[in-house]
Structures are given as structure tokens and as C-alpha cells.
């Protein structure tokens, strides 16, 4: 499939040249686990109407963190592995950032469904699971590209891109509270300079979950004294 491009791509290419200098841009042609990384990337400098979810971005990160953990992408042998407990999977998902909320939907059905639906010819998911021991593997097929008639691993690559992906989505939502503090100062100065501060916040280059958190002040404040009364 295509490449989709975005700002965020850049990103990615520079990290996988990082890896494997020079072969950054062959290797996400020819991974279809980079090519849905860069997907599920688009919103780490998107405006309003991007939301970046996290939870199919750490069902990888904790197995690939696992993987790389035990040392399989250098001493091999992946295959003899007993597979991660799901309960260390979970709690290591909510110990990173955004990830307290998460729930057991990406590791059990929701990122394969995805993955399929991007990849639907593809024979391999990212998630290989026992439902009777409840261990789970990352799927070392999608670990394993060819470039040039040569085998390289992935796998250290893929967690410094979506470290770098959380650290672009963090700095997004802190500049809101840079934006508040702005605000807070503005308004004591020159409260129609606080309007206008406040439109700025609603325009298609702002942050999902300020523009939100924005939208729902201004409507708070709003009908906030008001009733409103339903006809059916």
C-alpha cells in the first residue's frame, strides 16, 4: 500500500535512519508494522479534529518491550518462549504516560481487527495470544525485514518511535498549559485580548483535547445560569 505521508513521517524515516543509516525510507516501505505505526502517528501534530489513542500503540510497545527485554532480538530462540502474562502486560501499559486508563481490549482483539483491516491480505498480526495460559507474543515476522536480501530486527527501532510519538503528543497538551497561563495573564492586562486568545484556541491547528476542554469552558460558561427544557 502507499505510503501515507505526513509531519510525522519525517519523524519516523529519521529514526529508522538512526537504525539503519540511509535505509530509513526502504525499510517503512517494506515493514507493513512501521507502515501501521505511521498511521496510527498522523495525530502527533494534527490540530482539533485529531485524537491520538494510545492503547494500540502500547500493545505494541509492551510486547515489542518484552521481546527486546529478554534479549531475543539478538540471542534468537523467540519461538521456545513461554510468552508474556497478560497482568504484567497491563500494569506495564499503565505505568506509561496516558496509559492509566487502558484497558485489555488492544492485547486481546482490537489491534489485529485494526491491523487486518489496513493489511487485509497479509497472513500475520502483530498479537499472537493462548487463551488457555493467557501469554502473549509480539509476532516476530513483523520484527523481521528484508532489505537488500538482508534480515534486520526492528524492534529497537519501534520503541524509539513511539517514545518519540508520546513525547510529541505530551509537548502538545503541555503547550495548553502554557496557553492558560497566557491567558490568565492577558485577561489582568486586557480582557478583549483574552477573546481573542481564546478564539485562537478554537482554530484546526490546536490540540483535540484543548480545543475540547476550550469549547466546553466557553459553554459552561455560557448556559451555566440558564435552564434548558427538553419537548419531546
Request: proline residues 3%.
Amino acid at each position: 500500500m502507499p505510503i501515507l505521508q505526513h509531519e510525522f513521517t519525517l519523524k519516523i524515516i529519521e529514526i529508522l535512519n538512526s537504525h539503519f543509516p540511509n535505509q530509513g525510507e526502504q525499510v517503512l516501505i517494506n515493514s507493513e508494522l512501521l507502515q501501521y505505526l505511521n498511521i496510527k502517528t498522523k495525530a502527533a501534530n494534527r490540530g482539533s479534529k485529531s485524537r491520538a489513542g494510545f492503547a494500540n500503540h502500547y500493545a505494541i510497545y509492551v510486547l515489542v518491550e518484552d521481546y527486546l527485554n529478554n534479549k531475543f532480538h539478538i540471542r534468537g530462540g523467540y519461538d521456545d518462549y513461554e510468552g508474556a502474562q497478560f497482568i504484567n502486560l497491563l500494569q506495564r501499559q499503565r505505568q506509561l504516560p496516558f496509559g492509566n486508563k487502558l484497558q485489555n481490549h488492544a492485547l486481546n482483539h482490537r489491534l489485529n481487527q485494526e491491523f487486518k483491516k489496513y493489511f487485509p491480505t497479509l497472513s500475520y498480526v502483530p498479537v499472537i495470544r493462548d487463551t488457555k495460559t493467557n501469554r502473549y507474543w509480539i509476532n516476530e515476522n513483523l520484527l523481521q525485514v528484508s532489505i537488500n536480501g538482508n534480515q534486520i530486527n526492528i524492534a529497537e527501532a519501534i520503541i524509539d518511535i513511539i517514545d518519540a510519538f508520546v513525547i510529541a503528543r505530551r509537548q502538545s497538551f503541555n503547550q495548553f498549559i502554557i496557553y492558560c497561563k497566557q491567558m490568565i495573564e492577558i485577561h489582568n492586562q486586557e480582557p478583549l485580548q483574552a477573546i481573542e486568545f481564546i478564539r485562537s484556541l478554537l482554530n484546526k491547528d490546536v490540540d483535540a483535547r484543548v480545543f475540547e476542554i476550550v469549547s466546553y469552558a466557553i459553554l459552561k460558561q455560557y448556559y451555566g445560569e440558564q435552564k434548558i427544557y427538553w419537548v419531546s
